[in-house]
Each structure stands twice: as structure tokens, then as C-alpha cells.
């Protein structure tokens, strides 16, 4: 038996009011504590010190490679015959210096062996520093 015929039943509505005001309490609080973090940094006076500049460099030694595996020491064609000759060659290269930086100048269709040979040479030369020269590209 319905009783009330007339009375449409309301639709049920959610009130987004305690919504809004809980994600503004939550936005104040997270504005505070940034704020905050900002002024806890450690404030840090670093030592000086005095010294004397470090010794020079030594020359390096330039290894030039072009696109068909020709090899040059510091400008001086080089004929390769192998690995060992090319590690002599280094070491007269060095000269009096024990542990020189070697700069492989590698053409960009240097064959991968070619460059692997010279790395090889340094090691049994006894040098450990190997660097390569490369350029920047163009705008």
C-alpha cells in the first residue's frame, strides 16, 4: 500500500562543499611546507686552501689513423707492420716520459681493427692513458 501517491521521491545529491574545503586545507598545508623546506637548506662556507700549481702535463702523444688504416706518430708516417713495431714506435715516441696520454685522431671510416691495434700497441707499450680526439658537429 502506498500511502504517499502524489510525493515524488527526491534524488539523492552529493554535497561537494566538505570536498572543496578539505582540498583547500590540503593546499594551504603543502603551500606552508614548501616554504619551509626552502629556509632549512644548510648554509656551507667551503675551506681555502693555498697551494701550488700542479706540475705541467706531458706531451701528449698524437696517433693519427685515416680512412684506409694508415698510421702516424705526433704528424710522422708511419709504416705498420705490426703490433709490436707500433708499440716501439710509441715507446720512442715517449721518450723519457713513463706514463704519456696517447690521442687516437681516427678518421670516421677508420676501420674498428685499426683503432683496436693502436690500443693494443699502447698496452704492450706499457700506457695506460688513451684518450680520443673527436670534433663537434657543424650548426
Request: no cysteine; net charge negative.
Given at each position: 500500500?502506498?500511502?504517499?501517491?502524489?510525493?515524488?521521491?527526491?534524488?539523492?545529491?552529493?554535497?561537494?562543499?566538505?570536498?572543496?574545503?578539505?582540498?583547500?586545507?590540503?593546499?594551504?598545508?603543502?603551500?606552508?611546507?614548501?616554504?619551509?623546506?626552502?629556509?632549512?637548506?644548510?648554509?656551507?662556507?667551503?675551506?681555502?686552501?693555498?697551494?701550488?700549481?700542479?706540475?705541467?702535463?706531458?706531451?701528449?702523444?698524437?696517433?693519427?689513423?685515416d680512412a684506409t688504416?694508415?698510421?702516424?706518430?705526433?704528424?710522422?708516417?708511419?709504416?705498420?707492420?705490426?703490433?709490436?713495431?707500433?708499440?716501439?714506435?710509441?715507446?720512442?715516441?715517449?721518450?723519457?716520459?713513463?706514463?704519456?696520454?696517447?690521442?687516437?685522431?681516427?678518421?670516421?671510416?677508420?676501420?674498428?681493427?685499426?683503432?683496436?691495434?693502436?690500443?693494443?700497441?699502447?698496452?704492450?707499450?706499457?700506457?695506460?692513458?688513451?684518450?680520443?680526439?673527436?670534433?663537434?658537429?657543424?650548426?
Amino acid at each position: 500500500m502506498n500511502f504517499q501517491r502524489g510525493r515524488t521521491r527526491e534524488e539523492p545529491e552529493i554535497n561537494l562543499i566538505p570536498m572543496i574545503d578539505v582540498l583547500l586545507v590540503i593546499l594551504i598545508f603543502l603551500m606552508v611546507t614548501t616554504s619551509y623546506a626552502k629556509y632549512s637548506e644548510l648554509q656551507i662556507n667551503l675551506p681555502q686552501a693555498g697551494g701550488q700549481p700542479g706540475a705541467e702535463q706531458p706531451l701528449p702523444i698524437n696517433v693519427s689513423i685515416d680512412a684506409t688504416a694508415h698510421y702516424a706518430i705526433n704528424n710522422a708516417g708511419l709504416n705498420y707492420t705490426g703490433i709490436t713495431e707500433l708499440a716501439s714506435s710509441l715507446k720512442k715516441a715517449a721518450d723519457t716520459q713513463t706514463d704519456p696520454t696517447i690521442v687516437i685522431n681516427a678518421d670516421a671510416k677508420t676501420p674498428h681493427q685499426a683503432v683496436i691495434n693502436v690500443m693494443e700497441a699502447a698496452r704492450q707499450a706499457g700506457f695506460g692513458r688513451i684518450t680520443f680526439a673527436t670534433q663537434n658537429e657543424a650548426n
